[in-house]
């Protein structure tokens, strides 16, 4: 059981170029979401996905478009990489809502993404 | 829209003393979680303490404690015993609550506050 896993860890990018950065999890969690983390900004929410087959923005989406490929992906892509998108990336899945209220949010390891 | 500031950027502790991080939010919603999230070099987010706004008294962990004063929108975090281990970012964390909220699971962060400890 290795929760939620992210690759790559790390990324550098020439300004213009495309990537996508992966997300799995295996808790069989309905929603998976993507933030990014700058320095003294805290995390921030990108994109979401409540359940498989919807997604929808957070609070900079700008610059991004994600993909939930199945209920256990959610990519999040990059299609011409500016500077401003140097960043930690944080993919999470919480257990979900309903009759057995669970707090936990899990989070990947993170991908420390460059862009020169 | 729900925000959350933490005020301290960088805070200190001799080893085994107590220290407090600071956190307050803005929100218009009665029902809603708090959490506090620790964040060590190796970047992995963990779940430190979480409290419920329903609920009056305060969360403990072990030697993590909150002071969740819900009028004032004033949720801090108390580390005792503080050890060589506890240095980390800290980062306190809000998320909507209630039935209308089921599914909807994003947190909104502060800033952090970076904590080191002192041998």
């Known amino acids: 059981n290795a929760g939620v896993t992210q690759t790559p860890k790390f990324q550098v990018l020439k300004t213009g170029q495309s990537m996508t950065l992966q997300c799995a999890q295996d808790?069989?969690?309905?929603?998976m979401y993507w933030y990014r983390q700058d320095p003294g900004m805290g995390l921030r929410l990108i994109y979401y996905?409540?359940?498989?087959?919807?997604?929808d923005k957070g609070e900079v989406p700008n610059g991004y478009n994600v993909s939930r490929l199945n209920k256990r992906e959610f990519s999040l892509r990059l299609e011409s990489a500016a500077p401003s998108q140097t960043s930690v990336y944080f993919c999470?899945?919480?257990?979900?809502?309903?009759?057995?209220?669970?707090?936990?949010?899990?989070f990947g390891p993170g991908t420390r993404l460059t862009v020169t | 829209a729900q925000t959350v500031t933490q005020s301290q950027p960088e805070m200190s502790v001799q080893e085994a003393e107590t220290v407090t991080l600071s956190c307050t939010y803005d929100?218009?919603?009665?029902?809603?979680?708090l959490f506090w999230y620790k964040q060590p070099p190796s970047r992995q987010m963990i779940l430190v303490i979480r409290?419920?706004?329903?609920?009056?008294q305060n969360a403990t962990e072990n030697r993590f404690s909150v002071n969740f004063q819900k009028a004032a929108k004033s949720f801090s975090l108390k580390i005792s015993d503080s050890q060589l281990g506890d240095a980390a970012m800290y980062f306190c964390?809000?998320?909507?609550?209630?039935?209308?909220?089921?599914?909807?699971?994003?947190?909104?962060f502060g800033t952090g506050t970076r904590l080191t400890i002192i041998p």
């Open positions: 996905s409540a359940s498989e087959g919807t997604t």
């Open positions: 999470a899945s919480p257990p979900g809502t309903g009759v057995t209220f669970s707090y936990e949010q899990y």
């Open positions: 929100t218009s919603e009665s029902d809603y979680y």
């Open positions: 964390a809000y998320r909507s609550g209630g039935i209308s909220n089921f599914g909807n699971e994003k947190l909104t």
């Open positions: 808790m069989n969690h309905n929603s």
């Open positions: 409290q419920e706004a329903y609920k009056q």
